[in-house]
């Protein structure tokens, strides 16, 4: 009789600074709960481990002390004292969550991010993270995951500090870089020769000033068995200089080791057949349905009801990266020469809300809400035409693989994950499934809104579009089968 060769459950441990449901920033906290979980329900025990926030809505996730008075070595320094404390949903297939409690470097601080003591914060995580997995018996992961620059020291404290205890010299090193502008120390454009942090040297006490300097991301890159990226042209970008921040070199000396999978969306949350936010449920085979719900959100921004007029729309923060430099040299002669309506959702940097808080005034055809929301999104989605992302880079994105499962068609740049997600369309073949510009400047971007504008004119052809963008599949499914296959090589390579 033949048995099918069953391979042993991977045991994991996510490494971040933030993770829903329990505190989310960006996009790393939704990566920290949807991979995690999609890995669980594949049979594996996967498991996340992030700061205890003050923020943490302690009844609606009742925790348990698992470890108290854990003792966090600082050399040459007092040691620090942390308890680390245990969420488990009771649905199996939920990750279970730890959280490492200080009230010093985490619960006397209102956010996340951009303090301070953020390099002292995030190294006692790393640290904090290998005194846990040596303390506690009952549960210890074949690999760890350490996420951008906040988990950067994980891998190096684990190759050097402790590469020869009994139980963190077993366990293999994984770094998942979302973004590598931001690399824990202040700005590398501005480094001083003297100031420069090789990634060889020790790493620093937590409390000493020195770790101001240090390099948490180029670390992360050095000492990690596997490097990995949000997406794979993301990956292959970063290894130039253009798009390498610095670190371009260091990741060509280790490109073998180097890859990139695509982040994935929850195809539960978003859905336009079920979801509570869309008014008028649809999908590829009635878009008929999609087109009312053009009115609700015409309605929710005080436009005017208009069935036939293209919608344009931006949910993004509103930052450099975004690219939103191209909106403001371009969006004025475009609202003066074409008939659509134009949305801004989301909040960011002062230039760019008072750029559109301006626009607003000045178009009737134009409606913003410059704050975060989480309903509002979902309105955008499958109620607007086109989605803009002209970004300058683009580690994944998950905005326009959100728009395309609603059927909004991107105009992006291609660039990072939008190259990966999105594919241009082709008139002559009739295949694509949004519409992309490469180089960085107002004319190619304004020559590509031009051409999405007079598509639109063909509804036959634009809902082939939005037909081909709505079965794209970027499920977290497909995502974390590439992530095992990574895993298990990081696995083979650390026992080699």
Same mark, same amino acid.
């Given at each position: 009789?033949?048995?099918?060769?069953?391979?042993?459950?991977?045991?994991?441990?996510?490494?971040?600074?933030?993770?829903?449901?329990?505190?989310?920033?960006?996009?790393?906290?939704?990566?920290?709960?949807?991979?995690?979980?999609?890995?669980?329900?594949?049979?594996?025990?996967?498991?996340?481990?992030?700061?205890?926030?003050?923020?943490?809505?302690?009844?609606?996730?009742?925790?348990?002390?698992?470890?108290?008075?854990?003792?966090?070595?600082?050399?040459?320094?007092?040691?620090?004292?942390?308890?680390?404390?245990?969420?488990?949903?009771?649905?199996?297939?939920?990750?279970?969550?730890?959280?490492?409690?200080?009230?010093?470097?985490?619960?006397?601080?209102?956010?996340?991010?951009?303090?301070?003591?953020?390099?002292?914060?995030?190294?006692?995580?790393?640290?904090?993270?290998?005194?846990?997995?040596?303390?506690?018996?009952?549960?210890?992961?074949?690999?760890?995951?350490?996420?951008?620059?906040?988990?950067?020291?994980?891998?190096?404290?684990?190759?050097?500090?402790?590469?020869?205890?009994?139980?963190?010299?077993?366990?293999?090193?994984?770094?998942?870089?979302?973004?590598?502008?931001?690399?824990?120390?202040?700005?590398?454009?501005?480094?001083?020769?003297?100031?420069?942090?090789?990634?060889?040297?020790?790493? #620093?006490?937590?409390?000493?000033?020195?770790?101001? +300097?240090? *390099?948490?991301? %180029?670390? $992360?890159? &050095?000492?990690?068995?596997?490097?990995?990226?949000?997406?794979?042209?993301?990956?292959?970008?970063?290894?130039?200089?253009?798009?390498?921040?610095?670190?371009?070199?260091?990741?060509?000396?280790?490109?073998?080791?180097?890859?990139?999978?695509?982040?994935?969306?929850?195809?539960?949350?978003?859905? #336009?057949?079920?979801?509570?936010?869309?008014?008028? +449920?649809? *999908?590829?085979? %009635?878009? $008929?349905? &999609?087109?009312?719900?053009?009115?609700?959100?015409?309605?929710?921004?005080?436009?005017?009801?208009?069935?036939?007029?293209?919608?344009?729309?931006?949910?993004?923060?509103?930052?450099?990266?975004?690219?939103?430099?191209?909106?403001?040299?371009?969006?004025?002669?475009?609202?003066?020469?074409?008939?659509?309506?134009?949305?801004?959702?989301?909040?960011?940097?002062?230039?760019?809300? %008072?750029?559109?808080?301006?626009?607003?005034?000045?178009?009737?055809?134009?409606?913003?809400?410059?704050?975060?929301?989480?309903?509002?999104?979902?309105?955008?989605?499958?109620?607007?035409?086109?989605?803009?992302?002209?970004?300058?880079?683009?580690?994944?994105?998950?905005?326009?693989?959100?728009?395309?499962?609603?059927?909004?068609?991107?105009?992006?740049?291609?660039?990072?994950?939008?190259?990966?997600?999105?594919?241009?369309?082709?008139?002559?073949?009739?295949?694509?499934?949004?519409?992309?510009?490469?180089?960085?400047?107002?004319?190619?971007?304004?020559?590509?809104?031009?051409?999405?504008?007079?598509?639109?004119?063909?509804?036959?052809?634009?809902?082939?579009?939005?037909?081909?963008?709505?079965?794209?599949?970027?499920?977290?499914?497909?995502?974390?089968?590439?992530?095992?296959?990574?895993?298990?090589?990081?696995?083979?390579?650390?026992?080699?």
């Amino acid at each position: 009789m033949d048995f099918i060769k069953r391979s042993k459950p991977l045991k994991i441990l996510f490494v971040g600074a933030e993770a829903v449901p329990f505190v989310k920033i960006g996009g790393l906290g939704e990566f920290l709960y949807a991979l995690p979980k999609a890995l669980s329900e594949l049979g594996h025990d996967a498991r996340v481990m992030i700061p205890k926030y003050a923020t943490i809505d302690a009844e609606k996730f009742p925790m348990t002390t698992v470890i108290e008075g854990l003792m966090v070595s600082d050399p040459d320094h007092e040691d620090i004292v942390c308890n680390v404390k245990k969420y488990e949903n009771n649905n199996p297939m939920e990750p279970i969550n730890y959280f490492l409690e200080n009230q010093e470097y985490y619960e006397k601080h209102s956010s996340v991010y951009g303090y301070d003591d953020d390099a002292a914060r995030w190294a006692l995580l790393c640290r904090g993270t290998i005194e846990f997995m040596r303390s506690y018996k009952e549960w210890r992961p074949d690999i760890i995951v350490a996420n951008d620059w906040q988990g950067g020291l994980l891998p190096n404290y684990m190759k050097c500090e402790y590469k020869d205890d009994p139980v963190i010299s077993k366990i293999a090193a994984v770094f998942v870089i979302h973004n590598l502008y931001f690399q824990g120390m202040f700005d590398h454009y501005c480094i001083s020769e003297l100031d420069y942090d090789d990634g060889k040297s020790a790493v #620093p006490p937590i409390t000493d000033s020195r770790l101001l +300097k240090t *390099n948490f991301m %180029s670390r $992360g890159i &050095r000492f990690a068995d596997i490097i990995s990226t949000v997406s794979p042209n993301y990956a292959r970008e970063i290894t130039t200089l253009e798009y390498g921040e610095f670190l371009d070199t260091l990741l060509q000396e280790r490109r073998s080791h180097l890859h990139g999978i695509l982040n994935g969306i929850s195809y539960d949350r978003y859905n #336009p057949e079920t979801n509570p936010y869309v008014e008028f +449920k649809y *999908n590829a085979k %009635s878009l $008929g349905e &999609r087109r009312k719900n053009k009115k609700i959100l015409q309605q929710k921004f005080n436009l005017d009801e208009r069935n036939d007029v293209f919608i344009v729309a931006i949910v993004s923060r509103l930052n450099e990266q975004k690219g939103f430099d191209l909106v403001i040299e371009t969006i004025k002669p475009l609202l003066d020469n074409f008939d659509f309506q134009f949305v801004v959702l989301g909040s960011g940097e002062s230039k760019y809300l %008072s750029f559109f808080e301006e626009l607003d005034k000045m178009y009737p055809q134009v409606a913003t809400h410059l704050l975060n929301d989480a309903i509002l999104p979902h309105v955008i989605y499958s109620g607007a035409d086109m989605i803009v992302i002209p970004s300058r880079f683009e580690p994944s994105g998950l905005t326009q693989m959100e728009a395309m499962r609603y059927g909004m068609i991107p105009l992006a740049r291609k660039t990072g994950g939008l190259a990966d997600s999105v594919n241009d369309y082709n008139p002559q073949e009739q295949t694509g499934t949004g519409f992309l510009f490469e180089k960085y400047d107002q004319y190619a971007f304004f020559g590509t809104f031009i051409r999405a504008f007079e598509t639109y004119k063909y509804p036959t052809i634009w809902q082939g579009i939005q037909k081909r963008a709505m079965v794209a599949n970027f499920s977290w499914e497909k995502s974390t089968k590439e992530y095992v296959e990574l895993f298990k090589r990081a696995l083979s390579q650390f026992n080699s």
